[in-house]
Nanobody, 123 residues
Framework: QLQLVESGGGFVHPGGSLRLSCAASGDMVESFAIGWYRQVPGKDRELVSC????????HYADSVKGRFTISRDNANNRVFLQMDKLKPEDTGAYYC????????????????WGQGTQVIVSS
């Protein structure tokens, strides 16, 4: 079992920054690739970013490359998403998930999801 708790969402103007944090707890946290999905009403969920177990492999959606940075602190079981140069289209609910590679691997959505944190980018 894995528990994921997000924090750090909020309201920001276009061009601003936010840092999301995911606190993970449970068994073998360090053995999971952890990432972030974004959900916007009326649209399919989007895998924004994913980081592997050791932290040396990262994936970014094309829409956020060059603006978002994912990192993890395995000593403290935390994963971070630094979001810079935010755009209105980045607005949505952001969910911390594990294993973030499962959709791409064809085994279905991740088994573990946090409760989500809302990001609103607006002028």
């Amino acid at each position: 079992q894995l528990q994921l708790v997000e924090s750090g969402g909020g309201f920001v103007h276009p061009g601003g920054s936010l840092r999301l944090s995911c606190a993970a707890s449970g068994d073998m946290v360090e053995s999971f690739a952890i990432g972030w999905y974004r959900q916007v009403p009326g649209k399919d969920r989007e895998l924004v970013s994913c980081i592997n177990e050791s932290g040396d492999g990262r994936h970014y959606a094309d829409s956020v490359k060059g603006r978002f940075t994912i990192s993890r602190d395995n000593a403290n079981n935390r994963v971070f998403l630094q979001m810079d140069k935010l755009k209105p289209e980045d607005t949505g609910a952001y969910y911390c998930v594990a294993d973030c590679r499962s959709d791409a691997a064809g085994v279905g959505p991740p088994d573990y999801w946090g409760q989500g944190t809302q990001v609103i980018v607006s002028s």
